[in-house]
Protein backbone atom coordinates (compact mmCIF):
# COMPACT_ATOMS: atom_id res chain seq x y z
CA UNK A 1 0.00 0.00 0.00
CA UNK A 2 1.23 3.74 0.70
CA UNK A 3 4.94 4.51 0.64
CA UNK A 4 6.99 6.83 2.25
CA UNK A 5 10.68 8.14 1.57
CA UNK A 6 12.51 11.22 2.81
CA UNK A 7 15.76 12.38 2.60
CA UNK A 8 18.23 14.75 3.90
CA UNK A 9 21.77 14.97 3.00
CA UNK A 10 24.19 16.27 0.28
CA UNK A 11 22.76 14.82 -2.64
CA UNK A 12 19.98 16.45 -4.59
CA UNK A 13 16.76 15.18 -2.74
CA UNK A 14 14.73 14.39 -5.89
CA UNK A 15 16.40 12.03 -6.87
CA UNK A 16 16.90 10.00 -4.16
CA UNK A 17 13.11 10.13 -3.14
CA UNK A 18 12.54 9.26 -6.96
CA UNK A 19 14.74 5.82 -6.81
CA UNK A 20 13.31 4.92 -3.51
CA UNK A 21 9.28 5.98 -4.41
CA UNK A 22 10.76 3.33 -7.53
CA UNK A 23 11.55 0.66 -5.46
CA UNK A 24 8.17 0.82 -3.35
CA UNK A 25 6.51 1.18 -6.49
CA UNK A 26 5.08 -2.90 -5.55
CA UNK A 27 3.74 -2.00 -2.86
CA UNK A 28 0.48 -0.35 -4.92
CA UNK A 29 -0.55 2.66 -5.41
CA UNK A 30 -2.27 5.46 -7.58
CA UNK A 31 -0.35 8.38 -7.33
CA UNK A 32 2.26 9.77 -6.07
CA UNK A 33 4.58 13.19 -4.80
CA UNK A 34 7.36 14.65 -3.78
CA UNK A 35 8.11 17.88 -1.66
CA UNK A 36 11.27 19.61 -0.86
CA UNK A 37 13.23 22.56 0.52
CA UNK A 38 16.00 24.32 -1.86
CA UNK A 39 18.60 26.10 -0.58
CA UNK A 40 16.91 29.40 -0.27
CA UNK A 41 14.70 27.18 2.05
CA UNK A 42 12.11 27.85 -0.60
CA UNK A 43 9.98 24.97 -0.24
CA UNK A 44 8.27 22.99 -3.12
CA UNK A 45 5.81 19.79 -4.78
CA UNK A 46 5.03 18.38 -7.18
CA UNK A 47 2.00 15.67 -7.39
CA UNK A 48 0.82 13.60 -10.15
CA UNK A 49 -1.82 10.51 -10.31
CA UNK A 50 -0.44 7.18 -11.80
CA UNK A 51 2.98 6.12 -12.51
CA UNK A 52 6.03 7.58 -11.02
CA UNK A 53 6.58 8.18 -14.53
CA UNK A 54 4.23 10.72 -14.71
CA UNK A 55 5.95 12.02 -11.77
CA UNK A 56 9.17 12.35 -13.48
CA UNK A 57 7.82 14.20 -16.57
CA UNK A 58 6.35 16.52 -13.42
CA UNK A 59 9.58 17.25 -12.49
CA UNK A 60 11.06 17.13 -15.29
CA UNK A 61 9.80 20.62 -16.41
CA UNK A 62 10.74 22.15 -13.05
CA UNK A 63 13.74 20.40 -11.30
CA UNK A 64 14.07 19.82 -7.60
CA UNK A 65 17.34 21.23 -6.26
CA UNK A 66 17.10 20.73 -2.88
CA UNK A 67 18.90 18.53 -0.29
CA UNK A 68 16.01 17.61 2.04
CA UNK A 69 12.73 16.30 0.80
CA UNK A 70 9.88 13.87 1.29
CA UNK A 71 7.94 11.92 -1.32
CA UNK A 72 5.27 9.21 -1.34
CA UNK A 73 2.88 6.76 -3.26
CA UNK A 74 -0.49 6.72 -2.05
CA UNK A 75 -2.87 4.14 -2.66
CA UNK A 76 -6.38 5.91 -1.87
CA UNK A 77 -8.43 5.25 1.07
CA UNK A 78 -9.88 8.84 1.72
CA UNK A 79 -10.97 10.37 -1.40
CA UNK A 80 -10.50 9.71 -5.13
CA UNK A 81 -7.30 9.22 -7.19
CA UNK A 82 -6.49 12.66 -7.98
CA UNK A 83 -3.61 15.29 -8.18
CA UNK A 84 -5.05 17.30 -4.77
CA UNK A 85 -5.54 14.09 -2.80
CA UNK A 86 -1.96 12.96 -3.18
CA UNK A 87 0.40 13.32 -0.59
CA UNK A 88 2.70 15.42 0.37
CA UNK A 89 -0.14 17.83 1.69
CA UNK A 90 0.92 21.35 3.02
CA UNK A 91 -0.84 22.96 5.44
CA UNK A 92 0.17 26.58 7.28
CA UNK A 93 3.71 25.50 7.96
CA UNK A 94 4.00 21.67 7.87
CA UNK A 95 4.71 19.58 5.10
CA UNK A 96 3.53 16.17 5.22
CA UNK A 97 3.49 12.41 4.16
CA UNK A 98 1.59 9.96 5.88
CA UNK A 99 0.89 5.95 5.41
CA UNK A 100 -2.31 4.46 7.30
CA UNK A 101 -5.65 6.06 8.15
CA UNK A 102 -6.55 8.18 10.63
CA UNK A 103 -10.23 7.12 12.19
CA UNK A 104 -11.00 10.19 13.91
CA UNK A 105 -10.03 12.61 11.20
CA UNK A 106 -13.86 14.07 10.79
CA UNK A 107 -13.95 14.90 14.52
CA UNK A 108 -10.63 16.73 13.99
CA UNK A 109 -11.62 18.49 10.83
CA UNK A 110 -14.44 19.85 12.94
CA UNK A 111 -12.68 21.49 15.34
CA UNK A 112 -9.94 22.80 12.88
CA UNK A 113 -12.74 24.80 10.83
CA UNK A 114 -10.51 27.80 10.55
CA UNK A 115 -8.55 25.81 8.37
CA UNK A 116 -9.75 25.59 4.62
CA UNK A 117 -8.72 22.04 3.19
CA UNK A 118 -8.49 21.54 -0.35
CA UNK A 119 -8.67 17.68 -0.28
CA UNK A 120 -10.49 14.74 0.66
CA UNK A 121 -7.73 13.34 2.46
CA UNK A 122 -7.29 12.08 6.53
CA UNK A 123 -3.59 13.38 5.68
CA UNK A 124 -4.17 16.91 5.05
CA UNK A 125 -6.20 17.07 8.37
CA UNK A 126 -3.39 15.43 10.68
CA UNK A 127 -1.12 18.32 8.85
CA UNK A 128 -3.33 21.12 9.67
CA UNK A 129 -3.69 18.98 13.52
CA UNK A 130 0.47 19.53 13.31
CA UNK A 131 0.37 23.26 12.23
CA UNK A 132 -2.30 24.19 14.89
CA UNK A 133 0.09 23.05 17.15
CA UNK A 134 3.33 24.20 15.69
CA UNK A 135 3.16 27.81 17.84
CA UNK A 136 4.45 29.14 20.76
CA UNK A 137 7.90 28.62 20.66
CA UNK A 138 7.16 24.65 19.97
CA UNK A 139 9.38 22.98 17.48
CA UNK A 140 7.55 20.75 15.01
CA UNK A 141 9.10 17.60 17.25
CA UNK A 142 6.78 19.31 19.48
CA UNK A 143 3.64 19.79 17.69
CA UNK A 144 3.86 16.41 15.61
CA UNK A 145 4.49 14.92 19.35
CA UNK A 146 0.90 16.74 20.49
CA UNK A 147 -0.71 16.15 17.55
CA UNK A 148 -0.41 12.39 17.57
CA UNK A 149 -1.63 12.32 21.13
CA UNK A 150 -5.32 13.59 19.96
CA UNK A 151 -5.21 10.87 16.91
CA UNK A 152 -7.36 8.08 16.89
CA UNK A 153 -6.04 5.22 14.16
CA UNK A 154 -2.41 4.23 12.60
CA UNK A 155 0.21 6.06 10.94
CA UNK A 156 3.76 6.37 9.37
CA UNK A 157 4.79 9.81 8.62
CA UNK A 158 7.30 12.49 7.64
CA UNK A 159 7.17 15.62 8.17
CA UNK A 160 9.14 18.93 7.44
CA UNK A 161 9.10 22.55 7.91
CA UNK A 162 10.89 25.34 6.08
CA UNK A 163 10.90 27.09 9.88
CA UNK A 164 13.64 23.93 10.51
CA UNK A 165 15.09 23.71 7.01
CA UNK A 166 17.74 20.62 8.23
CA UNK A 167 14.84 18.50 10.16
CA UNK A 168 12.38 15.89 9.08
CA UNK A 169 10.61 14.59 11.76
CA UNK A 170 8.92 11.12 11.63
CA UNK A 171 6.57 8.99 13.61
CA UNK A 172 4.87 5.16 13.32
CA UNK A 173 1.67 3.61 15.40
CA UNK A 174 1.01 0.65 13.46
CA UNK A 175 2.68 1.83 9.86
CA UNK A 176 6.77 1.00 9.26
CA UNK A 177 9.12 3.88 9.41
CA UNK A 178 13.30 2.80 9.19
CA UNK A 179 15.20 5.04 9.61
CA UNK A 180 18.91 4.38 7.37
CA UNK A 181 22.13 6.12 8.71
CA UNK A 182 24.39 6.83 6.08
CA UNK A 183 27.47 9.48 6.03
CA UNK A 184 26.52 12.38 6.38
CA UNK A 185 22.84 11.45 5.02
CA UNK A 186 19.67 10.15 6.41
CA UNK A 187 16.93 8.26 4.40
CA UNK A 188 13.88 7.71 5.98
CA UNK A 189 11.58 4.88 4.15
CA UNK A 190 8.44 2.68 4.86
CA UNK A 191 10.08 -0.12 3.68
CA UNK A 192 13.69 -1.24 3.94
CA UNK A 193 14.15 -1.60 0.19
CA UNK A 194 13.92 1.91 -0.52
CA UNK A 195 17.17 1.98 1.57
CA UNK A 196 19.60 -0.84 0.00
CA UNK A 197 22.68 0.68 -1.90
CA UNK A 198 22.74 3.66 0.80
CA UNK A 199 23.48 2.10 4.06
CA UNK A 200 23.25 -0.72 5.98
CA UNK A 201 22.40 0.81 9.30
CA UNK A 202 19.17 1.72 10.35
CA UNK A 203 16.61 2.30 13.29
CA UNK A 204 14.02 0.35 13.13
CA UNK A 205 11.02 3.04 14.55
CA UNK A 206 8.60 0.83 17.08
CA UNK A 207 4.70 2.03 17.41
CA UNK A 208 4.41 5.37 19.41
CA UNK A 209 8.16 6.26 18.86
CA UNK A 210 9.30 9.95 17.69
CA UNK A 211 12.31 10.78 15.54
CA UNK A 212 13.73 13.95 14.80
CA UNK A 213 16.35 13.33 11.59
CA UNK A 214 19.26 15.32 10.19
CA UNK A 215 21.84 14.80 7.92
CA UNK A 216 24.01 13.52 10.99
CA UNK A 217 21.42 11.14 11.93
CA UNK A 218 18.38 10.41 14.23
CA UNK A 219 17.22 11.42 17.95
CA UNK A 220 14.08 9.14 19.11
CA UNK A 221 11.55 9.99 21.70
CA UNK A 222 8.34 8.16 22.95
CA UNK A 223 4.70 10.76 22.39
CA UNK A 224 5.66 12.31 25.98
CA UNK A 225 9.25 13.16 24.31
CA UNK A 226 11.35 11.18 26.65
CA UNK A 227 14.74 10.31 24.90
CA UNK A 228 15.62 6.87 24.38
CA UNK A 229 18.68 5.44 22.56
CA UNK A 230 17.59 2.55 19.86
CA UNK A 231 20.44 0.27 18.55
CA UNK A 232 20.36 0.37 15.06
CA UNK A 233 19.93 -3.12 13.60
CA UNK A 234 21.72 -3.89 10.12
CA UNK A 235 19.28 -4.13 6.81
CA UNK A 236 20.18 -6.99 4.83
CA UNK A 237 19.53 -8.03 1.15
CA UNK A 238 21.38 -6.13 -1.37
CA UNK A 239 19.92 -4.05 -4.87
CA UNK A 240 20.15 -7.38 -7.10
CA UNK A 241 17.64 -9.07 -5.58
CA UNK A 242 15.58 -6.02 -5.74
CA UNK A 243 16.10 -6.09 -9.31
CA UNK A 244 14.78 -8.09 -12.58
CA UNK A 245 17.83 -9.50 -13.42
CA UNK A 246 16.76 -9.71 -16.47
CA UNK A 247 13.27 -11.09 -16.53
CA UNK A 248 10.43 -9.15 -17.81
CA UNK A 249 8.75 -8.83 -14.75
CA UNK A 250 9.84 -9.39 -11.13
CA UNK A 251 6.55 -11.99 -10.84
CA UNK A 252 8.60 -14.53 -13.34
CA UNK A 253 11.73 -13.81 -11.65
CA UNK A 254 10.57 -14.83 -8.24
CA UNK A 255 8.95 -18.08 -9.67
CA UNK A 256 12.16 -19.12 -11.05
CA UNK A 257 14.48 -18.01 -8.79
CA UNK A 258 12.46 -20.28 -5.57
CA UNK A 259 15.50 -23.56 -7.01
CA UNK A 260 17.61 -20.92 -5.32
CA UNK A 261 15.93 -18.93 -2.98
CA UNK A 262 14.79 -22.16 -1.34
CA UNK A 263 18.27 -23.58 -0.27
CA UNK A 264 18.16 -20.34 2.05
CA UNK A 265 15.16 -21.65 3.94
CA UNK A 266 16.34 -24.83 4.36
CA UNK A 267 20.01 -24.49 5.61
CA UNK A 268 21.12 -25.45 8.12
CA UNK A 269 17.24 -26.58 9.41
CA UNK A 270 17.14 -30.23 7.99
CA UNK A 271 19.13 -33.34 8.26
CA UNK A 272 18.13 -35.14 5.35
CA UNK A 273 20.62 -38.04 6.55
CA UNK A 274 19.45 -38.15 9.95
CA UNK A 275 15.92 -37.53 9.14
CA UNK A 276 15.19 -34.63 11.25
CA UNK A 277 14.29 -31.35 11.36
CA UNK A 278 15.36 -27.81 13.76
CA UNK A 279 14.59 -24.67 13.86
CA UNK A 280 16.27 -22.09 16.01
CA UNK A 281 13.85 -19.34 15.98
CA UNK A 282 10.86 -20.49 17.71
CA UNK A 283 12.64 -20.88 20.76
CA UNK A 284 11.01 -23.29 22.38
CA UNK A 285 11.79 -25.38 25.29
CA UNK A 286 11.68 -29.00 25.28
CA UNK A 287 8.47 -28.84 27.52
CA UNK A 288 7.07 -26.54 25.30
CA UNK A 289 7.41 -28.82 22.42
CA UNK A 290 6.49 -32.07 24.54
CA UNK A 291 3.50 -30.15 26.06
CA UNK A 292 1.80 -28.68 22.88
CA UNK A 293 -1.38 -29.84 22.21
CA UNK A 294 -3.31 -27.34 19.51
CA UNK A 295 -1.78 -25.23 16.58
CA UNK A 296 -3.88 -22.44 15.11
CA UNK A 297 -2.31 -20.57 11.56
CA UNK A 298 -3.01 -17.66 11.23
CA UNK A 299 -3.21 -15.53 7.61
CA UNK A 300 -4.62 -13.81 4.92
CA UNK A 301 -4.63 -14.83 1.30
CA UNK A 302 -1.59 -16.90 -0.05
CA UNK A 303 -0.52 -17.13 3.37
CA UNK A 304 -3.36 -18.82 4.20
CA UNK A 305 -3.88 -21.04 1.93
CA UNK A 306 0.08 -21.84 2.65
CA UNK A 307 -0.81 -22.54 6.53
CA UNK A 308 -3.47 -24.98 4.84
CA UNK A 309 -1.27 -26.90 2.94
CA UNK A 310 0.66 -27.32 6.47
CA UNK A 311 -1.52 -28.31 7.96
CA UNK A 312 -2.21 -31.20 6.07
CA UNK A 313 1.20 -32.04 6.79
CA UNK A 314 0.85 -31.39 10.29
CA UNK A 315 -1.90 -33.93 10.88
CA UNK A 316 0.69 -36.43 9.18
CA UNK A 317 3.31 -35.80 10.96
CA UNK A 318 1.93 -35.26 14.57
CA UNK A 319 -0.14 -37.80 15.69
CA UNK A 320 -1.40 -35.90 19.03
CA UNK A 321 -2.13 -32.27 17.98
CA UNK A 322 -5.22 -30.31 16.52
CA UNK A 323 -4.27 -28.01 14.07
CA UNK A 324 -6.85 -25.13 13.12
CA UNK A 325 -6.07 -23.19 10.08
CA UNK A 326 -8.01 -19.60 10.30
CA UNK A 327 -8.62 -16.22 7.91
CA UNK A 328 -7.37 -13.34 10.30
CA UNK A 329 -9.66 -10.82 9.39
CA UNK A 330 -12.39 -13.38 10.61
CA UNK A 331 -10.64 -14.87 13.38
CA UNK A 332 -9.68 -11.06 14.74
CA UNK A 333 -13.54 -10.32 15.59
CA UNK A 334 -14.82 -13.83 16.68
CA UNK A 335 -14.89 -14.76 20.55
CA UNK A 336 -12.09 -17.58 19.95
CA UNK A 337 -11.14 -19.69 22.46
CA UNK A 338 -7.65 -21.54 22.36
CA UNK A 339 -7.28 -23.93 24.59
CA UNK A 340 -3.96 -24.04 27.37
CA UNK A 341 -1.04 -25.31 25.67
CA UNK A 342 -1.73 -23.86 22.02
CA UNK A 343 0.98 -22.26 19.97
CA UNK A 344 -0.35 -19.55 17.17
CA UNK A 345 1.98 -19.80 14.04
CA UNK A 346 1.48 -16.21 12.40
CA UNK A 347 1.93 -16.63 8.42
CA UNK A 348 3.02 -13.41 6.65
CA UNK A 349 5.14 -12.60 3.75
CA UNK A 350 5.27 -8.84 4.62
CA UNK A 351 4.96 -8.91 8.05
CA UNK A 352 2.47 -5.97 8.19
CA UNK A 353 -1.04 -6.66 7.26
CA UNK A 354 -2.83 -5.26 9.64
CA UNK A 355 -5.20 -8.13 10.16
CA UNK A 356 -2.72 -10.66 10.96
CA UNK A 357 -1.30 -8.24 13.23
CA UNK A 358 -4.38 -7.67 15.02
CA UNK A 359 -4.72 -11.29 15.27
CA UNK A 360 -1.48 -12.03 16.86
CA UNK A 361 -2.50 -9.09 18.98
CA UNK A 362 -5.43 -10.83 20.17
CA UNK A 363 -3.74 -14.26 20.58
CA UNK A 364 -0.93 -12.32 23.00
CA UNK A 365 -3.68 -11.23 25.15
CA UNK A 366 -5.02 -14.39 25.98
CA UNK A 367 -1.58 -16.02 27.03
CA UNK A 368 -0.87 -18.07 24.38
CA UNK A 369 2.59 -17.91 22.82
CA UNK A 370 2.76 -17.02 19.04
CA UNK A 371 5.40 -17.84 16.54
CA UNK A 372 5.99 -15.46 13.24
CA UNK A 373 6.44 -16.95 9.53
CA UNK A 374 7.39 -14.42 8.26
CA UNK A 375 9.61 -13.57 5.18
CA UNK A 376 10.56 -9.53 5.26
CA UNK A 377 12.94 -9.06 8.20
CA UNK A 378 12.58 -6.56 11.23
CA UNK A 379 8.79 -6.22 10.19
CA UNK A 380 6.61 -5.51 12.51
CA UNK A 381 4.82 -9.12 13.08
CA UNK A 382 8.22 -10.41 13.46
CA UNK A 383 8.81 -7.92 16.11
CA UNK A 384 5.91 -8.84 17.72
CA UNK A 385 5.77 -12.23 18.13
CA UNK A 386 7.63 -14.30 21.07
CA UNK A 387 9.81 -16.33 19.17
CA UNK A 388 9.44 -17.42 15.19
CA UNK A 389 11.39 -17.80 11.99
CA UNK A 390 11.89 -16.05 8.94
CA UNK A 391 10.84 -18.36 5.66
CA UNK A 392 14.28 -16.53 4.17
CA UNK A 393 12.62 -16.11 0.45
CA UNK A 394 14.38 -12.63 -0.23
CA UNK A 395 12.83 -9.95 -1.43
CA UNK A 396 9.25 -10.86 -2.56
CA UNK A 397 8.50 -7.63 -5.36
CA UNK A 398 5.97 -8.75 -7.57
CA UNK A 399 2.08 -8.22 -5.81
CA UNK A 400 0.69 -12.11 -6.02
CA UNK A 401 3.03 -14.29 -3.78
CA UNK A 402 4.78 -17.16 -5.13
CA UNK A 403 8.37 -17.96 -3.84
CA UNK A 404 6.85 -16.70 0.01
CA UNK A 405 4.21 -19.25 -0.59
CA UNK A 406 6.96 -22.28 -0.69
CA UNK A 407 8.97 -20.88 1.85
CA UNK A 408 6.01 -20.65 4.09
CA UNK A 409 5.02 -24.37 3.59
CA UNK A 410 8.16 -25.43 4.08
CA UNK A 411 8.83 -23.80 7.11
CA UNK A 412 6.15 -24.83 8.51
CA UNK A 413 6.64 -28.29 7.39
CA UNK A 414 9.98 -28.29 8.97
CA UNK A 415 8.09 -26.81 12.32
CA UNK A 416 5.67 -29.61 12.45
CA UNK A 417 9.02 -32.03 11.82
CA UNK A 418 10.54 -30.90 14.91
CA UNK A 419 7.22 -30.89 16.95
CA UNK A 420 6.69 -34.04 15.89
CA UNK A 421 10.15 -35.55 17.28
CA UNK A 422 8.76 -34.53 20.54
CA UNK A 423 5.64 -36.34 20.30
CA UNK A 424 6.04 -39.52 18.89
CA UNK A 425 5.83 -38.94 15.56
CA UNK A 426 6.56 -41.23 13.09
CA UNK A 427 9.86 -41.70 12.76
CA UNK A 428 10.09 -42.76 9.16
CA UNK A 429 7.49 -40.52 7.73
CA UNK A 430 9.95 -37.83 9.17
CA UNK A 431 13.29 -39.00 7.57
CA UNK A 432 10.91 -39.01 4.35
CA UNK A 433 9.79 -35.55 4.67
CA UNK A 434 13.49 -34.63 5.46
CA UNK A 435 14.85 -36.55 2.35
CA UNK A 436 12.01 -35.04 -0.01
CA UNK A 437 12.83 -31.18 1.85
CA UNK A 438 16.49 -31.81 0.83
CA UNK A 439 16.26 -32.39 -2.93
CA UNK A 440 12.94 -30.31 -3.12
CA UNK A 441 14.83 -27.07 -4.96
CA UNK A 442 16.65 -29.15 -7.34
CA UNK A 443 13.29 -30.74 -8.05
CA UNK A 444 11.17 -27.65 -8.69
CA UNK A 445 14.57 -26.45 -11.04
CA UNK A 446 13.55 -29.00 -13.01
CA UNK A 447 9.45 -29.24 -13.01
CA UNK A 448 10.13 -25.09 -13.79
CA UNK A 449 12.29 -25.61 -16.85
CA UNK A 450 10.99 -29.09 -17.85
CA UNK A 451 7.32 -27.16 -17.82
CA UNK A 452 7.93 -23.80 -18.71
CA UNK A 453 7.47 -23.67 -22.44
CA UNK A 454 4.54 -26.32 -22.00
CA UNK A 455 2.38 -24.08 -19.68
CA UNK A 456 3.42 -20.80 -22.13
CA UNK A 457 1.67 -22.65 -24.92
CA UNK A 458 -1.26 -23.80 -22.69
CA UNK A 459 -1.60 -20.52 -21.11
CA UNK A 460 -2.14 -18.80 -24.68
CA UNK A 461 -4.65 -21.21 -24.89
CA UNK A 462 -6.58 -20.93 -22.34
CA UNK A 463 -6.64 -16.95 -21.86
CA UNK A 464 -9.76 -16.40 -24.05
CA UNK A 465 -11.75 -17.64 -20.97
CA UNK A 466 -13.66 -15.88 -18.81
CA UNK A 467 -14.24 -18.72 -15.77
CA UNK A 468 -12.10 -21.32 -13.96
CA UNK A 469 -12.32 -23.88 -11.10
CA UNK A 470 -9.32 -25.50 -9.64
CA UNK A 471 -9.95 -28.78 -7.85
CA UNK A 472 -7.88 -30.81 -5.75
CA UNK A 473 -8.58 -33.03 -3.24
CA UNK A 474 -6.29 -34.32 0.42
CA UNK A 475 -3.17 -31.85 -0.31
CA UNK A 476 -4.31 -30.98 -3.34
CA UNK A 477 -7.02 -28.87 -2.06
CA UNK A 478 -5.11 -26.18 -0.63
CA UNK A 479 -3.47 -25.50 -3.67
CA UNK A 480 -6.09 -25.33 -5.72
CA UNK A 481 -7.42 -22.71 -3.99
CA UNK A 482 -4.05 -20.75 -4.46
CA UNK A 483 -4.28 -21.52 -7.95
CA UNK A 484 -7.40 -19.98 -8.47
CA UNK A 485 -6.39 -17.06 -6.36
CA UNK A 486 -3.13 -16.81 -8.53
CA UNK A 487 -5.06 -16.64 -11.96
CA UNK A 488 -7.72 -14.64 -10.81
CA UNK A 489 -5.68 -12.11 -9.22
CA UNK A 490 -3.53 -11.19 -12.15
CA UNK A 491 -5.43 -12.51 -14.67
CA UNK A 492 -8.32 -10.69 -13.46
CA UNK A 493 -10.20 -14.48 -15.08
CA UNK A 494 -13.02 -15.34 -12.64
CA UNK A 495 -11.69 -18.27 -10.74
CA UNK A 496 -12.78 -20.74 -8.04
CA UNK A 497 -10.54 -23.16 -5.76
CA UNK A 498 -12.49 -26.38 -4.50
CA UNK A 499 -12.14 -29.38 -2.77
CA UNK A 500 -13.29 -31.84 -5.69
CA UNK A 501 -15.47 -33.73 -3.76
CA UNK A 502 -17.70 -30.07 -3.53
CA UNK A 503 -17.90 -29.98 -7.18
CA UNK A 504 -21.26 -32.28 -6.68
CA UNK A 505 -22.53 -30.09 -4.13
CA UNK A 506 -23.07 -27.04 -6.11
CA UNK A 507 -20.31 -26.01 -8.73
CA UNK A 508 -21.07 -28.39 -10.89
CA UNK A 509 -23.51 -26.81 -12.06
CA UNK A 510 -21.57 -23.79 -13.68
CA UNK A 511 -19.79 -26.04 -16.08
CA UNK A 512 -20.38 -25.53 -19.66
CA UNK A 513 -18.07 -25.08 -22.39
CA UNK A 514 -17.45 -21.41 -21.18
CA UNK A 515 -15.44 -22.50 -18.28
CA UNK A 516 -12.02 -24.28 -17.76
CA UNK A 517 -11.08 -26.42 -14.98
CA UNK A 518 -7.65 -26.94 -13.39
CA UNK A 519 -7.38 -30.74 -11.58
CA UNK A 520 -4.39 -30.93 -9.49
CA UNK A 521 -4.18 -35.05 -9.29
CA UNK A 522 -1.89 -36.22 -6.84
CA UNK A 523 -0.67 -39.94 -7.67
CA UNK A 524 -1.59 -41.50 -3.99
CA UNK A 525 -3.86 -43.32 -2.19
CA UNK A 526 -6.97 -40.95 -3.28
CA UNK A 527 -5.71 -41.14 -7.03
CA UNK A 528 -9.00 -42.71 -8.00
CA UNK A 529 -11.53 -40.64 -5.99
CA UNK A 530 -9.24 -37.41 -7.18
CA UNK A 531 -10.33 -38.48 -10.81
CA UNK A 532 -14.40 -38.11 -9.92
CA UNK A 533 -15.33 -35.15 -11.06
CA UNK A 534 -13.05 -34.79 -14.38
CA UNK A 535 -15.93 -37.19 -16.45
CA UNK A 536 -18.81 -35.35 -15.13
CA UNK A 537 -16.59 -31.94 -16.47
CA UNK A 538 -15.75 -32.89 -19.43
CA UNK A 539 -19.58 -34.70 -20.13
CA UNK A 540 -21.21 -31.06 -20.05
CA UNK A 541 -18.10 -29.86 -22.38
CA UNK A 542 -15.93 -27.90 -19.40
CA UNK A 543 -12.22 -28.07 -20.94
CA UNK A 544 -10.36 -30.11 -18.64
CA UNK A 545 -6.55 -29.12 -17.61
CA UNK A 546 -4.72 -32.07 -15.74
CA UNK A 547 -1.37 -31.57 -13.57
CA UNK A 548 -0.43 -34.41 -12.23
CA UNK A 549 2.45 -37.13 -11.55
CA UNK A 550 0.54 -39.60 -12.12
CA UNK A 551 1.58 -41.82 -15.45
CA UNK A 552 -1.49 -43.32 -15.99
CA UNK A 553 -4.17 -42.97 -18.72
CA UNK A 554 -6.22 -39.77 -18.31
CA UNK A 555 -8.88 -38.50 -20.57
CA UNK A 556 -8.26 -34.62 -20.26
CA UNK A 557 -7.88 -31.88 -22.87
CA UNK A 558 -4.40 -31.30 -21.61
CA UNK A 559 -2.17 -33.02 -19.22
CA UNK A 560 0.88 -31.51 -17.82
CA UNK A 561 2.44 -34.36 -16.45
CA UNK A 562 5.41 -33.85 -13.41
CA UNK A 563 8.74 -36.23 -13.38
CA UNK A 564 10.04 -36.38 -10.43
CA UNK A 565 11.53 -38.46 -7.39
CA UNK A 566 9.23 -35.97 -5.23
CA UNK A 567 5.74 -37.45 -3.68
CA UNK A 568 4.73 -36.23 -0.14
CA UNK A 569 5.63 -32.56 -1.47
CA UNK A 570 4.40 -33.14 -5.26
CA UNK A 571 1.27 -30.21 -4.20
CA UNK A 572 4.49 -27.94 -4.23
CA UNK A 573 5.67 -28.77 -7.75
CA UNK A 574 2.33 -28.56 -8.87
CA UNK A 575 1.30 -25.00 -7.58
CA UNK A 576 4.50 -24.11 -9.43
CA UNK A 577 3.07 -24.79 -12.78
CA UNK A 578 0.17 -22.99 -11.69
CA UNK A 579 2.19 -20.03 -11.05
CA UNK A 580 3.33 -20.48 -14.55
CA UNK A 581 0.11 -20.97 -15.69
CA UNK A 582 -1.42 -17.88 -14.51
CA UNK A 583 1.54 -15.56 -14.91
CA UNK A 584 2.04 -16.28 -18.57
CA UNK A 585 -2.21 -16.17 -18.81
CA UNK A 586 -2.00 -12.56 -17.57
CA UNK A 587 1.11 -11.49 -20.12
CA UNK A 588 -1.18 -13.03 -22.48
CA UNK A 589 -4.30 -10.89 -21.76
CA UNK A 590 -1.44 -7.87 -21.56
CA UNK A 591 -2.25 -7.26 -17.96
CA UNK A 592 0.04 -5.36 -15.46
CA UNK A 593 2.08 -8.49 -14.07
CA UNK A 594 3.46 -7.58 -11.39
CA UNK A 595 1.18 -4.69 -10.07
CA UNK A 596 -2.47 -5.91 -10.72
CA UNK A 597 -5.55 -3.72 -10.28
CA UNK A 598 -6.55 -2.42 -7.14
CA UNK A 599 -4.00 -4.46 -5.16
CA UNK A 600 -1.51 -3.86 -3.03
CA UNK A 601 1.72 -5.93 -1.78
CA UNK A 602 1.65 -5.24 2.18
CA UNK A 603 -2.30 -4.70 3.24
CA UNK A 604 -1.43 -2.40 6.11
CA UNK A 605 -5.08 -1.38 6.69
CA UNK A 606 -8.65 -3.13 7.23
O1 LIG B 1 2.14 -10.16 3.41
P1 LIG B 1 1.15 -11.25 3.73
O2 LIG B 1 1.68 -12.60 3.47
O3 LIG B 1 0.58 -11.11 5.11
O4 LIG B 1 -0.03 -11.00 2.70
C1 LIG B 1 -1.19 -11.75 2.76
C2 LIG B 1 -2.01 -11.55 1.51
O5 LIG B 1 -2.36 -10.20 1.38
C3 LIG B 1 -1.27 -11.98 0.24
O6 LIG B 1 -0.86 -13.31 0.31
C4 LIG B 1 -2.16 -11.79 -0.99
O7 LIG B 1 -3.23 -12.69 -0.97
C5 LIG B 1 -1.35 -11.92 -2.26
N1 LIG B 1 -1.73 -10.91 -3.19
C6 LIG B 1 -1.47 -13.25 -2.90
O8 LIG B 1 -0.76 -13.35 -4.07
Redesign the pocket.
Known amino acids: MCGIVGYVGNKTAQNVLLSGLKRLEYRGYDSAGIATLDEDKEPHIARSVGKISELEQVLSAKPHTGHLGIGHTRWATHGGVTVTNAHPHHVGNVFLVHNGIIENYKELKEQLSSYEFKSDTDTEVLAALIDSNYKDGASLKDAVAKALKEVRGTYGIAAFSPNEPDTIVVARLGSPLIIGLGKDETIIASDASALLGYTREAIYLNDGEIAVCNKDGAEVFNLNLKHLSPNPETIEGDVEQIQKGGYKHFLLKEIMEQATTLPNTLSGRVDAKNGTMHLGGPNLTTKEMRDVRHIVIV?????YYAGLLASYYMEQLIPDITTEVVIASEYRYRSFHLPKNSLALI????G??AD?LACLREIKKRGIKTLGIVNVIGSTIAREVDGGTYVHAGPEIS???TK?FTAQVVTMLMFAGMIASYHGGNAELIHKFAKELSILPTEIEKCLNDHRAEMEQLAKKYAKYNDALYLGRDTAYPIALEGA??LK?ISYIHAEGYASGELKHGPIALVDETFFEVFDILDNWLYDKSLGGLHEVRARGGKAIVLTNSKADIEADDIVRVDSKIELLMPILLNTLQQLFAYYVAVERGNDVDQPRN?AK??TVE
Not at 299 to 303: D, I, R, S, V
Open positions: GCGTAVSQSETTVASALKELSV
